[in-house]
């Protein structure tokens, strides 16, 4: 009875219209009688990494295919001078998304989920790069190139003992 049931389901949500966005949700919770959160995925590739990260951390979960209710906001209810504000900060956040999404949603509610300003905010979150990254990774290059040339020079250092060695034979 089962694997009807499940082929069965499996035809309705085949058969779905087009217009319903599917999705993955990943159910978890934090303890065990605890709340029961859900983590929305578009991919299912997604949603299995993010199922093996809560599983390394020790929690437990599913995944499930359901059909995402998120509607993104229509700009133009804003007005172009409010999304111009928006994209503007959106686009100067370099490594501070949270503060970015705090004050464009002070100049409107839900303004950051607008897709263009979402997605400005995304690139320039994306691309930036710490000022301490960058000189870590320029000291640790350093580091590692003279831990090179040492392990070099030890190697080159015992081959020519054994070839010293080799040609000392009696």
């Known amino acids: 009875m089962t694997k ?36 929305w995925y578009r991919d299912r590739a997604d949603a299995v990494k993010a199922l093996a990260l809560l599983k390394k951390k020790g929690l437990n979960g599913i995944i499930s ?24 900060i959106a686009v100067k956040s370099d490594g501070n998304y949270t503060g970015a999404v ?19 905010l995304k690139t320039a979150n994306e691309n ?11 000291i640790y290059k350093e580091v590692s190139d003279k831990l090179k040339l040492k392990v070099l020079d030890r190697k080159i250092k015992k081959a020519k003992d054994k070839f010293h060695k080799g040609l000392r034979r009696p």
């Open 4 to 39: 009807n049931y499940k082929k069965m389901m499996d035809e309705i949500i085949n058969k779905m219209d087009e217009s319903t966005q599917m999705g993955f949700a990943v159910k978890f919770a934090a303890k065990k009688d605890g709340e029961i959160m859900t983590a």
């Open 65 to 88: 295919k359901q059909a995402i209710d998120e509607a993104t906001p229509d700009p133009t209810q804003f007005g172009p001078d409010k999304v111009a504000r928006a994209m503007k």
């Open 102 to 120: 705090k004050e464009i949603e002070k100049i409107a509610k839900d303004l950051s989920k607008v897709s263009t300003i979402a997605r400005a």
């Open 128 to 138: 930036f790069i710490h000022p301490g990254k960058a000189i870590f990774e320029r």
